[in-house]
């Protein structure tokens, strides 16, 4: 709104020249203008005349030898045009080296193309910008040091240098950082990287990217993909100092790659010469583990049943250690975190060392993973960590699970020294009681033989029986303790079953032995020489105290004690268990528990057969007639 007490005589800056001025000052301006543009389309034109193809070409290769510090040769110039910019197309691009008195190829570049600067053509020394590189091959030496071996000489590697000293508080000379580069485009390239310790040589090939460098003082940032060993890479990357980054020095790096399914991202401190990570944030993500697998032609021993997997972590590398802090995981939707360390220790194996917390743990994996074969999963031993290193790792898990048995707020240490191996699991809830477990073993695999020890207290004998025995026949129902003691010869605990020795022990009080009916054998005993334990009937026998003890080894077990006491009678076993064939061998007796009992008399019996369903025969007491 305009304040009427004033008028509408603003100052303007327009109104402060007569309008004749302004008129001119316009008239000026386009014609200046229109100068600009008919020089511009001048010199364009003119160009092809005034600018000599010889002299872009011999700048070309003064520009590439100043940066690399190396002899270049350029078969021919293909093209130069004017119009929209200014640019060259050149071929045969070589930078080559004196090895020896010959000249050796380190770089070939089959077709160059750069955009270059009009007015300093015309003055001869045009500035080259936006480089595209087709077919370009370069070989690099890595040294004993990390170091990359391709220039010691040129502005290139000048400014490597100084970036390298200034990162380590050494000062510099100066160099110059004002030289400008512009955008690189680099279409079908390859890199050859030869390890001059070891003699490896990896190539790198099918390179296809596109770097921002606008200047040897500016960050850098590029996107590109290649091939590794076959596998399709992509990467984004950027950072703020690429020449300490191209010298080995720690710089800041964002990078994020993709390969053989594995999608990865990297940020924080990094040093390509030292293979070194300080503070980087290190993210991990495989959404499917078997297609990864196949792609790799790598498996795992324990990761069979993975599906998905990701992590993410902080590594840092100190002296001989890396540390993973902060890690957090997940491994088919089950979480965990923790930290972990991998020192190198000179002379000796790498130590693997950590503290995780997972959601669930199935022991059935991890079993699996040390080359101890719980099951028949895979028909050749895939490898372990244990075969590389040695391992000192806590866990704890907040579920756990063992084949069909579930298990609840668990802990576990797991020790590899060598080819010596312990796994030990403290007090862990239990089928509504404890279990504590201890596996100790050496060789690969254990095949050098290992020890088992298993306590279980006031567990619930019902559901332990009834997955140990899943095909039916009689079971214990009631809460109960055991131990169990073996030792194992060879790998494989299914298959290698026969060769293990121990001792077990269960004890219970008021329980019943599930579908064993005294009274029904006692009723067909009185006048069948031999029936089916199953046709006594499903009656149980209820027991105030079970007291047995087995020893086995060579895949039968002795009954040393098993006695089983009742309200009125008591069940005696005896005799042997083969259940490596899953069968029964025992001398049973049933006798009353007072001489009050008479109309309980004694029965003995054997049960034979398959344990599902044994066959019972009376044995006549002495001074009997046999039936």
Not at 219 to 225: A, D, E, R, T, V
Not at 335 to 359: H, K, M, Q
Not at 362 to 390: C, E, F, N, Y
Not at 593 to 608: A, E, M, V
């Amino acid at each position: 709104m305009r304040n009427p007490g004033r008028g509408d005589n603003s100052l303007r800056p327009s109104s402060l020249l007569p309008r004749g001025r302004r008129g001119g000052l316009i008239k000026l301006a386009l014609l200046l203008a229109a100068a600009a543009v008919t020089i511009s389309l001048a010199l364009r034109l003119s160009a092809p005349y005034l600018v000599s193809s010889s002299v872009v070409r011999s700048a070309v290769s003064s520009s590439i030898a100043a940066w690399v510090g190396h002899d270049v040769s350029i078969d021919d110039v293909t093209d130069v045009h004017f119009w929209p910019q200014p640019e060259i197309t050149l071929t045969g691009i070589k930078v080559s080296r004196p090895i020896d008195g010959q000249a050796e190829v380190i770089g070939e570049v089959d077709r160059l193309s750069a955009r270059f600067g009009l007015i300093s053509a015309l003055a001869g020394r045009p500035d080259f910008s936006a480089f595209r590189l087709e077919r370009p091959r370069i070989r690099i030496w890595r040294g004993a040091d990390g170091g990359l071996d391709w220039s010691d000489q040129g502005v290139l590697s000048d400014a490597v240098r100084a970036a390298v000293a200034q990162t380590g508080g050494v000062p510099a000379d100066r160099v110059s950082n004002e030289a400008e580069i512009g955008s690189v485009e680099i279409v079908d390239g390859e890199v050859n990287l030869t390890d001059l310790a070891s003699g490896a040589s990896v190539l790198i090939d099918d390179v296809n990217a596109v770097i921002d460098w606008r200047g040897l003082a500016a960050p850098l940032s590029g996107q590109g993909s290649f091939r590794l060993g076959g596998h399709s890479v992509s990467v984004n990357l950027q950072t703020p100092t690429p020449l300490a980054l191209i010298g080995g020095a720690l710089s800041a790096v964002e990078l994020s790659a993709t390969v053989a399914g594995i999608n990865a991202e990297i940020d924080g401190m990094v040093s390509l010469q030292k293979a070194s990570l300080q503070e980087t944030e290190v993210s991990l993500r495989v959404p499917d583990v078997t297609e990864t697998s196949a792609m790799l032609g790598f498996r795992l021993a324990g990761t069979e049943r993975w599906k998905t997997a990701s992590l993410e972590t902080k590594v840092t590398r100190a002296a001989d250690e890396w540390r993973f802090e902060d890690l957090d995981f997940e491994i088919n939707g089950s979480r965990g975190d923790g930290i972990v360390t991998l020192r190198d220790r000179p002379g000796d194996r790498p130590l693997l060392s950590s503290t995780l917390a997972l959601e669930h743990l199935q022991l059935d994996d991890l079993l699996h993973a040390l080359s101890i074969k719980v099951g028949d999963r895979a028909d050749v031993r895939l490898p372990s960590l244990t075969h590389w290193m040695d391992v000192d790792i806590r866990l704890s898990a907040a579920t756990a699970g063992f084949g069909a048995f579930p298990l609840t707020e668990m802990g576990a240490s797991l020790i590899g020294r060598g080819d010596t191996l312990n796994l030990v699991i403290g007090d862990t809830s239990f089928l509504g009681g404890t279990i504590s477990a201890r596996l100790s073993g050496t060789g690969e695999g254990f095949d050098k033989g290992a020890e088992v020890a298993v306590n279980m207290e006031r567990v619930d004998l019902e559901a332990l029986t009834s997955r140990l025995l899943p095909d039916g026949g009689p079971s214990l129902k009631g809460v109960g303790s055991a131990s169990f003691n073996a030792r194992l010869v060879g790998t494989g605990w299914q298959r290698n079953i026969d060769a293990m020795s121990g001792r077990l022990i269960i004890t219970s009080d008021n329980g019943e032995i599930v579908r064993f009916s005294a009274e029904g054998l006692r009723r067909l005993a009185a006048d069948r020489s031999y029936f089916q334990l199953s046709a006594a009937g499903d009656d149980g026998f209820e027991y105030r105290s079970l007291d047995i003890a087995v020893r086995f080894s060579e895949g039968s077990a002795e009954v040393e004690k098993g006695r089983i006491v009742g309200k009125d009678e008591r069940l005696d076993l005896t005799g042997i268990i083969p259940y490596s064939r899953q069968a029964l061998a025992l001398t049973g007796a049933l006798t009353a528990n007072t001489t009050q009992n008479d109309s309980l008399p004694s029965l003995r019996f054997f049960i034979g057969g398959a344990w599902n369903d044994p066959v019972i025969s009376p044995v006549p007491l002495p001074g009997l007639p046999a039936r």
